[in-house]
């Protein structure tokens, strides 16, 4: 990624659009004259948590309609006083045409309330009884920029469990806010460029390397976890509320687990009123719910794994495309949407999977607010493949000519045009799972994409062997499952009597007779994702999931700082014009080298650095100079560090993520990308 600057896009990105090209900001971090004024106790905005200039505050949040200017805002409800009149009026302040200009005498004011909506406290009061409610292992619901965070002082486990309990949030990990970078560098070993990262005018999560001594502060913030998820203070009322507390506090989206964020304090009261002790509201309407966003830094430079906040709706360069104005819907898991206007395209905030009617509500929202700034509704809509899923849904129901874009391509398409790239890649699109043109589940795939010979279609020129899944979409929280189905594909029914069933079966016999009894009819995927979590499973790591991806994250966990001493390979052939990855003689030699007591971090290193290895050997069998890695699976770090330090040690050029989420948060993006190239219409 790009140096980041106070205008939220990559500095030496910024003068490749005009003005009107910006169609709309992102919310910035306060900056430094900022807060020299709330610091300042001769100045009029000391301690007012709304303070913000040109150079920083609300933006996209706050937007209702094009053009940026303060009728157009939430800000609209609040008239200016005389002197921020002068200042709004003053081509010589910061503060000229600041639209959400505001101070204690004419902006937004805090209160605090208790779960009923009674009014505890109002302005500073407000904030010193939270700060004080969180240092005694209070909940405080925060409403914030982009909307609320549930806050609990970080040190005390009492106190995150309770949060966990009541969020419903059982073992994933929660992200925190420190006061100071120095705080942060107490509990995390921090690099120049992650130090960077923090203090951006975007201000991510960003993940960081724990110190030994934050296994123990925070137990139960992150349990078994690689990273910690620290972002600094990026309001005026995060920093006052900080420097009052003085230590970490758990920063995590206000709502219950797989449902939007709440935006506004009437619907907290509803929605937040049975997890949060106290609410700390403010009275500056927020119109679009923004998460924060996540980075994280490694050998290959800055990755966002999710987009929202600081970054949204910043636009990419489209290649390609015409004048008018399209709409891509993204897919069903960590959704976004996309929209473009000839060679602009704007990929949108976070919207999250789409399994709730809350979070479908909000996907609407989202499609309707883009489309809204392109200032005309679609002309045309594309999707993913699959032939069902809520975007999938609402793309066919808006009756315009769509585009089903196959979902590998889609992942390859992103990280090209994140790499602003457009010759021909061999990517390797490596994921849970989406839809494949042969109708089985596909996750383990090699696509050349070359629009000159094909423009606007991809070649499957490899994947990983395919084994089934029984119970479907079970397998995402029972990890046991896709272990079985890659025993049942090596053994077939005997899978049941060996050792390694026996080591993980929750089943009776009855209930194995029967799993076994519908395992032909189970659907069958080559998915890389999936078999992570089987070998995670097979390995005794994690038999269950408490939440996406955590089998995988452990087997990632087991292999880190880990040197493998032997060299385990996939072997390849080829299948109907395909070459076939096969993970047998892997698995086999794994189980072997288990059941002698080999140990599991070492057998965990072992089949990460094996599929590092196969990517470049099946890299060398295409030949084509570049390659891109993409999909969920690639947020594994060391997967993506050894895979693109081997292919560079091969001689190959790689393209890997910094802009745009390598999961399915890019999957819009690249749907537009495809589109633009020639993709057909369906």
């Not at 959704?335 to 479908?360: F, I, K, M, Y």
């Not at 076994?516 to 499973?537: E, H, I, Q, W």
């Amino acid at each position: 990624m790009a140096d980041v600057g106070r205008g939220g896009m990559p500095i030496e990105d910024r003068d490749a659009w005009d003005h009107d090209a910006v169609l709309a900001l992102p919310d910035l971090a306060t900056c430094s004259a900022c807060l020299d004024d709330i610091r300042a106790p001769d100045s009029r905005r000391y301690r007012y948590p709304f303070t913000s200039c040109i150079y920083c505050g609300p933006r996209f949040s706050i937007l209702e309609k094009l053009p940026y200017r303060r009728a157009h805002t939430t800000m609209h409800r609040f008239h200016m006083c005389e002197a921020c009149q002068r200042e709004y009026r003053d081509p010589e302040s910061r503060r000229f045409h600041a639209h959400p200009n505001a101070c204690p005498d004419c902006g937004p004011t805090l209160s605090l309330w208790d779960p009923t909506g009674l009014v505890l406290a109002r302005a500073d009061e407000a904030l010193e009884r939270s700060a004080n409610a969180l240092k005694s292992g209070a909940i405080v619901a925060v409403k914030g920029l982009g909307g609320f965070h549930l806050m609990v002082l970080a040190s005390d486990p009492d106190a995150v469990r309770r949060l966990r309990r009541r969020k419903q949030r059982a073992e994933k990990p929660f992200a925190m806010m420190a006061p100071t970078l120095a705080a942060v560098r107490h509990f995390c070993k921090v690099s120049p460029e992650e130090e960077a990262l923090l203090g951006a005018a975007q201000a991510p999560i960003v993940l960081l390397t724990p110190r030994v001594k934050a296994e123990g502060a925070f137990m139960e913030v992150a349990p078994g976890s690689l990273s910690l998820g620290f972002v600094l203070p990026y309001t005026p009322l995060h920093h006052l509320l900080l420097e009052a507390v003085a230590v970490p506090v758990v920063v995590t989206s206000g709502n219950l687990d797989d449902e939007p964020i709440c935006i506004d304090e009437n619907e907290a009261l509803e929605r937040l009123g049975s997890v949060a002790d106290l609410l700390l509201v403010h009275d500056r309407p927020i119109l679009r719910p923004l998460d924060d966003s996540i980075a994280r830094v490694s050998a290959e430079g800055v990755m966002l794994l999710r987009r929202a906040r600081g970054f949204a709706p910043m636009p990419f360069t489209l290649p390609g495309a015409p004048r008018e104005h399209w709409l891509a819907v993204g897919g069903q898991r960590k959704n976004t949407v996309a929209v473009s206007v000839g060679p602009r395209a704007l990929l949108g905030q976070h919207v999250g999977d789409l399994e709730t009617p809350g979070a479908r509500k909000a996907f609407l929202q989202a499609t309707e607010d883009l489309s809204e700034l392109c200032g005309a509704g679609p002309a045309r809509v594309a999707c993913d493949s699959v032939p069902d899923g809520y975007s999938v849904q609402h793309a066919a129901a808006l009756g315009l000519p769509i585009t089903r874009v196959q979902h590998h391509h889609a992942h390859v398409r992103a990280c090209m045009l994140d790499n602003a790239f457009s010759g021909a890649v061999l990517g390797v699109a490596w994921d849970g799972m989406g839809h494949g043109t042969d109708g089985h589940l596909w996750g383990g795939e090699f696509l050349v994409i070359d629009d000159q010979a094909r423009p606007g279609d991809f070649r499957r020129v490899a994947h990983l062997r395919s084994f089934p899944l029984p119970g479907g979409d079970a397998v995402l929280r029972q990890p046991w499952r896709t272990a079985l189905g890659l025993l049942y594909e090596l053994h077939g029914a005997a899978a049941v009597d060996t050792p390694e069933w026996h080591a993980l079966s929750p089943l009776d016999a009855e209930q194995t007779r029967e799993l076994l009894t519908a395992m032909a009819d189970a659907p069958r995927t080559t998915s890389a994702g999936r078999l992570f979590d089987g070998v995670s499973a097979l390995l005794g790591l994690c038999t269950r999931s408490g939440h996406e991806a955590q089998a995988a994250m452990l087997l990632e966990h087991a292999a880190a700082n880990v040197r493998s001493d032997a060299t385990l390979r996939l072997t390849m052939r080829d299948v109907d014009g395909a070459l076939l990855l096969d993970w047998e003689p892997l698995l086999r030699d794994i189980s072997r080298r288990h059941t002698a007591g080999r140990w599991r971090a070492e057998l965990a290193a072992m089949f990460h650095d094996a599929l590092c290895e196969a990517i470049v050997d099946v890299a060398r069998e295409i030949a084509v100079d570049h390659v891109a890695l993409t999909g969920g699976c690639f947020q594994n770090r060391r997967l993506l560090e050894g895979a693109a330090a081997r292919l560079r040690q091969a001689g190959f050029s790689v393209l890997t993520h910094h802009h745009v989420p390598p999961n399915d948060g890019g999957l819009a993006l690249g749907q537009l990308a495809a589109v633009a190239r020639g993709a057909q219409t369906t």
